[in-house]
């Protein structure tokens, strides 16, 4: 399967919106004009995945934010002056791309984009079950000390997990 990976643009959040509402419970909605401030917040972070005929594979929203950080569900990006990691905050695969690399390929870019902003660490919030999946890509469950944190992980549901992974040089 012949995959491009690009900057996400305002025109294609539709998509990404449809495939959102495909991939996600109704307990992890987030609406459309959200998913549009964030993009403006971090346009240089949010890549989606098409194939040759322009067809949505995949897309990931991340920016640069601080170790033990979490941004509540549904509430605006913040990005951190003094950034120590790239943070994941939304990565889905459209179910005909699935058990085909896409996820694989976006998390290169993220790596790729850590790497060229000097950013020793991705992390994330594992949701639905997907702790396991993001082990398998080098992430390690990490407990949140600071209490807000800990609240803002607690958004995105009981069983949600706070995971980093460290990015190795060379």
Sequence with gaps: M????????ADDL???VALQDHCYSDDLYEPPALLGAR???AAESCWMAEN?????????????????????LASQFERAAAADLLYLHDLAVSEAARGK???AILLKQAEQHAA????????????????RFWHKQGFIAKRLIAEKAQCALH??????VYMQKPLTSG
């Design 14 to 16: 539709a998509k990404v």
């Design 39 to 41: 993009l403006k917040v």
């Design 2 to 9: 012949d995959v491009r990976i690009r900057l996400l643009q």
């Design 101 to 103: 690399g896409i996820a």
């Design 52 to 72: 040759t005929a322009g067809e949505l594979l995949g897309y990931l929203f991340s920016y640069p934010a601080l170790t033990q950080h979490v941004t509540v």
């Design 155 to 160: 958004s995105y549901g009981l069983d949600a």
């Design 116 to 131: 060229a902003l000097s950013l020793p660490c991705l992390a994330l919030v594992a949701v639905q079950k997907s702790q």
